[in-house]
């Protein structure tokens, strides 16, 4: 007879008649709780490797995403549009070249927003003689 304290058919809960834990059992059912007992550990150590394997695979996802610009988003290739054949003025460095134009363009916009609010100071928020209706339609105005 086998000592069996398998926690997989709940041996190791049982007493035997003399006061040990767990149950005693014949040879061909000690090796069936054995080996059920061994699929079990295997398991549950796939188990944690796989938890352990997803949570590091999030970090460093993490990581990545937090340490990415504008930049790289723009340039990766899920985000970027699909490359058509080059011809003439479509090709990819035209393409390029006419968004970094336009980017230009509107850092200079900004650059003149940034100077017109500088010309407009502390103005109230709210007038009663209509200065800062006059002040924004200036403003509009201005190219």
């Not at 398998?6 to 007493?15: E, G």
């Not at 007992?37 to 590091?56: D, G, I, V």
């Not at 985000?79 to 011809?87: D, E, F, G, R």
């Not at 650059?111 to 800062?132: C, K, M, Q, V």
Request: net charge negative; hydrophobic share 35%.
């Amino acid at each position: 007879m086998h000592l069996c304290q398998c926690t997989f058919y709940k041996c190791k809960d049982s007493t035997t008649p003399d006061g040990r834990q767990g149950c005693l059992l014949d040879a061909r059912i000690f090796k069936k709780h054995e080996k059920a007992e061994t699929l079990t550990q295997l398991h549950k150590n796939a188990s944690a490797a796989q938890t352990q394997a997803l949570e590091k695979h999030d970090v460093e996802l993490a990581q990545a995403v937090d340490s990415m610009t504008l930049s790289d988003l723009v340039s990766h290739p899920a985000v970027a549009q699909p490359v058509l054949p080059s011809t003439g003025t479509d090709s990819p460095f035209n393409r390029t070249k006419r968004l970094l134009a336009r980017l230009e363009e509107i850092e200079g916009g900004l650059n003149d927003i940034e100077g017109n609010i500088s010309t407009i100071g502390d103005a109230p928020a709210r007038t009663d003689d209509g200065t800062l209706s006059e002040t924004l339609i200036a403003l509009g105005n201005i190219k």
